[in-house]
C-alpha cells in the first residue's frame, strides 16, 4: 500500500517537474526566463522550450498594442479646461527590459506611456490660450512627435509606435464664448474681404469707363475726319460736274430746290409763275 502512495507520489512529482520545465512560445510571443526575478535568458524564439524547475518563464504579446484615454482634461494658458481624448500604439522591443521597468504587466506599462503623452499634451496646451489650442491643428503633430517620445518609451522596452489626439472638446459654456469669438472674427475678415473686393470693383468699373470715353472719343474723331474727308471728296466731284455742264448743274439745282419746296403735303408756295423759279417748269410745259 504504502508503495503505491509513493509511486503516485513519485509520478505526480515527475509530473510537476516536466511541468515546470517545459514551456512553449507562441509565434505572436516573446519570453524571458528568470531565477528568483533575475533574467537569465531573453532570446527565445517561438517553440518548445526546456528549463530548470526553479526557473520561471515569462511569456510577453509583442503584437501592436492600443490604449484610448477619454476624456482628459488640460488647463490652457488663460486656465480654461479643455477635454482631449487620445491613443497610444505600442509593441514589444526588448524583453528583459519590459520585464526589469514594468515586470511584464501591460496596464502598467500602457500608464506609463499614457503619462508621456499626457506630459506632452499638457505642456503644449498649457503654452497658448484656450482659443488658440482649439484652433491649432497642429498640436498633435508638435506634441506627439513618435521621435520626441522614443528614447522614454525605450527605456520601458517598449516602441511607442503613435500617439494622436481623437477629440479636442469645450465645456458647454466655454465652447459657445470661443464660438462667438470666432464667428465674429471669421465676420470681421469677411467684412473686410467685401470692402477690398468693393474697391476693386470700383477700380475697374472706372478704368472700364474711361476706356469706353477713350474709345468713343477716338471714333468720333475718325468719323468726323472721314465725314469731312467725305465731304470734301463729294463737292470736288460736284465742282467738277458742275465746271464741265453748267446747264445741267443748273437744272440739278432746281430739281432739287422743286423737290425741298414741293414734296411735302400740306405746304403752300406763293411765287409769281414767272420768276427763275419756274424757269424749268414753263419750258417742260411749252413742249
Not at 11 to 31: K, N, T, Y
Not at 32 to 48: E, I, N, Y
Not at 77 to 89: G, V
Not at 204 to 223: H, L, N, S
Amino acid at each position: 500500500m504504502y508503495l503505491r502512495v509513493l509511486g503516485v507520489l513519485g509520478v505526480a512529482l515527475v509530473a510537476v517537474l516536466l511541468w515546470r520545465s517545459v514551456f512553449v512560445v507562441g509565434q505572436d510571443e516573446a519570453a524571458v526566463v528568470t531565477h528568483f526575478g533575475q533574467v537569465l535568458r531573453d532570446d527565445l524564439a517561438p517553440g518548445l522550450h526546456l528549463k530548470s524547475p526553479l526557473d520561471d518563464a515569462h511569456e510577453f504579446d509583442r503584437r501592436l498594442l492600443t490604449r484610448s484615454y477619454p476624456g482628459e482634461a488640460f488647463l490652457s494658458q488663460d486656465q480654461k479646461a479643455l477635454t482631449i481624448d487620445f491613443y497610444i500604439k505600442w509593441r514589444l522591443i526588448d524583453p528583459a527590459r519590459y520585464f526589469r521597468a514594468t515586470g511584464g504587466d501591460e496596464d502598467a506599462t500602457a500608464g506609463r506611456l499614457a503619462d508621456l503623452v499626457r506630459e506632452r499634451i499638457r505642456s503644449a496646451v498649457a503654452a497658448e490660450p484656450l482659443t488658440a489650442a482649439v484652433a491649432d491643428t497642429s498640436l498633435a503633430a508638435n506634441a506627439l512627435r513618435a521621435s520626441a517620445l522614443r528614447a522614454p518609451s525605450a527605456r520601458l522596452g517598449v516602441e511607442l509606435v503613435d500617439a494622436q489626439l481623437q477629440r479636442v472638446d469645450l465645456p458647454e459654456e466655454e465652447a459657445n464664448a470661443v464660438y462667438q469669438r470666432m464667428q465674429q472674427s471669421l465676420m470681421s475678415q469677411a467684412q473686410q474681404v467685401r470692402t477690398q473686393g468693393s474697391a476693386e470693383a470700383d477700380k475697374v468699373r472706372t478704368d472700364a469707363e474711361r476706356k469706353r470715353a477713350q474709345i468713343m472719343a477716338d471714333a468720333t474723331r475718325d468719323a468726323q475726319r472721314v465725314r469731312g474727308e467725305a465731304d470734301a471728296a463729294a463737292a470736288a466731284a460736284y465742282a467738277r460736274a458742275y465746271g464741265a455742264n453748267p446747264e445741267f448743274a443748273a437744272f440739278y439745282r432746281s430739281l432739287q430746290a422743286y423737290k425741298n419746296s414741293l414734296g411735302r403735303d400740306g405746304d403752300i408756295l406763293v411765287i409769281s409763275p414767272e420768276g427763275e423759279f419756274f424757269k424749268y417748269l414753263h419750258s417742260a410745259s411749252g413742249r
